[in-house]
């Protein structure tokens, strides 16, 4: 049994005393699924459970979800919430394995050309779920659409170095970038690039020359190529698939599938228990040994590649000055975190890079909890008598209960913090607007390189929307972002991303608290289910079992 922290006791004090979280209302996902950690046991990639009878075919399939999808256009949003959905219906040109490695996907081999040009040889056959052809045009539209400034996609990051996207015969597409770069494969492996049915996308450029916003038809009724297609969408509710039985690969074993939003993890695991939903994500850490104890689910357990985060708006006083937001992350102690909110699930961070992700700086130093030299930052920067701030989250348990320790430990240094909880959509817009002060939030990697780690959550290109929600800017950390994307050599891109994570630790533009792991409840009653490390469900494998 797990001896609980004195932290965890401060906790539970905590709570009991009259906090007043300030909600708001709005909008709709999370840009980071606040998925949740505990005490490491065996890590489960898929779930496997033996049953009196074997695998089925069919069945409808309910996953209960903390949140909604912000938008099904690929090109439309960048969160864990909406990626999750988007993965099932559209498929990209590449894909990456468990190891990191490039396979194929709806392409079926590529060649470096040269050191700015690629040619990829695309799979015959394929059309997607309007019956629409997939061919290089195809794919030619796409690319060219997310690349649009009148689309002004959030993730134009991912593919703003293509110049140009040429159609070489039907099958054949020619992809050109300004410089070498070295992770686009990589980034085509995003489900940023999966691939839009054309008349799709002719339909939404009519419709924003009507005055309607860019994705709104495309978010409505998505169409890709992927393993299961749209049903139906009723925001803030459910969202359904079903199986695409023209599917050019193997095929999927259920009918449906339908992601049921759910807030509440109680409710999430009561109709995991009832046999209502056959997963249920995500599961609290302190859920974690019930669950598995019990004789209906047990909890599928998923080292990430994510990030958690306690941000400053960098371009607000007193954020704006490095030695408040050094002095603040002085005063967080990251171990006790894992500890008492995340039942030790998790590792502490150093900088915004997981171990595993190329570039990751095992050698970093990271700012420590050091009270004392917080009290003389705070004396320095003139702010010795304290102040009086907010902390945003959103409605995921972990992080509400982040900004109460928060919210205790800055009294020590008179900061008075109002903690403001708001819904996720809400919190996203505003976040990106840059009303906040101080915010708690999480980033995931899907590509696995450093690019993604941190181009857009600090080059200054990127604030708002995109990535960076602190407002950070730094020409220096710019430069270095900028050279470690055109250099080919790996060992000198480790070597400008070791740098960059050096400025990102003295700069302190957000505090960078740990890597989570994904916690999942899976039924009994399904096999195959499995997740990966940025938080996408793999449902193309799953069964119901006799």
């Known amino acids: 049994m797990k001896k609980t922290s004195n932290y965890k006791w401060l906790l539970f ?28 046991a065996e890590e489960t990639d898929e779930t496997t459970e033996e049953s009196a009878g074997g695998p089925i075919e069919g069945g409808d399939l309910v996953l209960a979800v903390l949140s909604d999808a912000s938008s099904l256009d690929p090109a439309g949003s960048n969160d864990v919430p909406s990626s999750v959905v988007q993965a099932n219906i559209y498929e990209t040109l590449v894909n990456r394995d468990d190891d990191n490695n490039i396979i194929p996907g709806l392409a079926e081999k590529w060649e470096a050309i040269d050191d700015t040009t690629y040619e990829f040889t695309l799979r015959q056959g394929v059309k997607f779920h309007d019956g629409e052809e997939f061919n290089a045009d195809a794919v030619k539209a796409t690319l060219d659409r997310i690349r649009d400034s009148e689309v002004a996609s959030p993730r134009y990051f991912l593919f703003e170095m293509i110049t140009s996207v040429d159609v070489v015969d039907p099958h054949t597409i020619r992809i050109t970038t300004e410089y070498p770069f070295a992770p686009l494969l990589a980034h085509l492996s995003h489900n940023g690039g999966g691939m839009i049915s054309p008349k799709s996308i002719e339909a939404d450029y009519a419709a924003m020359e009507e005055g309607q916003q860019a994705g709104s038809i495309i978010s409505e009724a998505p169409v890709g190529t992927g393993y299961f297609k749209f049903v139906s969408w009723t925001p803030g509710d459910e969202i359904k698939l079903a199986k695409n039985d023209d599917y050019w690969g193997d095929k999927v074993h259920v009918d449906t599938v339908t992601f049921k939003v759910s807030s509440e993890s109680a409710t999430r695991n009561a109709d995991l228990e009832r046999g209502f939903v056959q997963v249920a994500d995500p599961v609290q850490p302190i859920e974690v040994a019930g669950i598995n104890n019990s004789d209906y689910a047990t909890v599928n357990q998923k080292a990430s590649s994510s990030l958690s985060y306690i941000g400053f708006n960098t371009e607000k006083a007193p954020f704006d000055d490095v030695r408040v937001r050094k002095a603040i992350s002085m005063m967080v102690n990251k171990e006790e975190i894992i500890e008492g909110v995340y039942e030790g699930f998790g590792v502490p961070a150093k900088g915004p890079l997981a171990p595993g992700i190329f570039g990751f700086n095992d050698d970093a130093n990271p700012i420590s909890y050091n009270p004392e030299e917080a009290k003389k930052l705070l004396e320095e920067a003139g702010y010795g008598d304290g102040f009086k701030t907010t902390i945003w989250t959103n409605d995921n348990p972990q992080r509400i209960d982040m900004a109460i320790l928060l919210q205790a430990s800055l009294k020590e240094l008179n900061i008075n913090v109002e903690i403001e909880q708001m819904e996720f959509g809400t919190y996203l817009e505003k976040t990106a607007n840059g009303e906040h002060d101080m915010f708690i939030l999480g980033w995931s990697n899907p590509t696995g390189d450093a690019d993604y780690g941190m181009y857009a959550l600090f080059h200054s290109t ?73 938080g996408i469900y793999q449902l193309q494998n799953v069964q119901f079992v006799e």
Request: aromatic share 6%; net charge negative; proline share 6%.
């Open 13 to 40: 004090l905590l709570l009991a005393l009259s906090l007043v979280l300030a909600a708001c209302a709005g909008g709709s996902d999370e840009p980071e699924k606040e998925k949740t950690e505990g005490t490491p």
């Open 462 to 534: 990127q604030k708002g929307n995109p990535g960076n929600r602190s407002f950070y800017e730094n020409p220096e950390v710019d430069k270095l972002l900028n050279e470690g994307r055109r250099e080919a050599n790996p060992d000198e891109r480790i070597k400008i991303y070791n740098t960059i994570q050096e400025h990102l630790i003295e700069d302190a533009p957000m505090v960078y608290i740990h890597h989570q792991e994904y916690l999942t409840g899976v039924s009994n009653n399904i096999t195959g289910f499995s997740i990966d490390t940025s």
